[in-house]
């Protein structure tokens, strides 16, 4: 080991957005959200049951959720503000279009419209939207919701479909890091090491600081419903772009008796040497052995704060 004081450097994404972007944004993510818009108002005014518009904000929230996932993956986004604005602008996108078509599908065949086209399109002037909406609040909609009570619905449901969107947008982007040097996305996380100590534990600092050897100084907490997973992402094509992140997870029960699970960020995306990760898994293989051994040898008087390698020379 070399006596140099080891400094981390931590994954930070570069900001880049590719001009393929801004063309998926355009070309996919705005007519497909126009589109899915439009298939959930035709979806509620064909079913119009406030129970039945949940599921349908599920699903559209999802739709639009994944494409937007999609989009910057595909178009090799590194700029989560860019992110951010895409999820958003898909989302206004669709809200927006199923009010648009929503006038047009509940009343087109009831009114006389000399033009059914330019009625259609009209729809979707914000002006026409909003004096739609009055029109619906003072004379009610397609289930008789009225006023103040019909205005809660619409939010409700607003806010349902963002709710919707945003978690499966979050699910689909794992924000991995892109290597930049290859112009590709690193593979997704991978398991590690998985440790019963506490992500609490002040050895961990020297962790963050790049001793990764401190690892094996951590203590073990016995019986503890918390354990630290380490994951590793790495680039499929070049040794440059290895990155470590420890996480806590576990149970904890509140007041009320309801376990709870928790998740904390103990560091992410620290950047590791492939000696480094090699160092990682042969302490994995230690530490298998070492379990295997206690579940050989029960009931031993517990010693606790013990560290979960002892030194070695
Ligand atoms: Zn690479």
Redesign the pocket.
């Known amino acids: 080991m070399s006596a140099a004081t080891p400094r981390s450097t931590f994954y930070t994404p570069s900001g880049m957005v590719p001009p393929t972007a801004w063309i998926l944004v355009v070309t996919i993510l705005i007519p497909i959200s126009a589109i899915a818009g439009m298939l959930y108002s035709a979806g509620i005014v064909h079913v119009p049951m406030v129970k039945l518009r949940w599921i349908g904000s599920v699903g559209l929230g999802w739709v639009i959720g994944i494409l937007a996932a999609k989009v910057c993956r595909v178009g090799k986004v590194r700029s989560p503000l860019f992110t951010i604005a895409t999820v958003t602008l898909g989302f206004l996108v669709a809200y927006y279009s199923a009010w648009g078509i929503h006038r047009t599908l509940l009343v087109l065949g009831k009114v006389n419209a000399a033009n059914p086209a330019m009625f259609a399109l009209q729809g979707f002037l914000p002006n026409e939207i909003a004096s739609w909406m009055s029109v619906l609040v003072k004379n009610g909609n397609a289930e008789g919701i009225t006023g103040f009570a019909l205005i809660v619905v619409w939010l409700i449901e607003l806010g349902s479909i963002a709710y919707f969107t945003k978690s499966s947008f979050e699910t689909v982007w794992d924000d991995r890091p892109f ?1 930049e ?2 112009d590709q996305w690193n593979d997704p996380a991978e398991s590690l090491l998985q440790l019963p100590v506490s992500p609490d534990d002040p050895a961990w600092q020297s962790v963050r600081e790049g001793w990764l050897d401190s690892i094996r100084k951590l203590k073990i907490k016995e019986n503890a419903n918390e354990t630290v997973a380490v994951t590793l992402s790495s ?1 499929p ?2 040794d ?2 290895h990155f470590l992140t420890a996480s806590g997870i576990g149970w904890q029960t509140n007041a009320a008796g309801e376990a709870k699970f928790i998740e904390t960020k103990i560091f992410q995306f620290m950047s590791v040497t492939p000696a480094q990760i090699t160092e990682l898994k042969n302490l994995s293989e230690l530490l298998d052995e070492a379990y295997q051994e206690l579940n050989e040898e029960p009931d031993e008087p517990d010693e606790p704060d013990e560290p979960l390698v002892s030194e070695q020379a």
């Open positions: 290597c040097a290859c680039c094509h070049c440059r772009s």
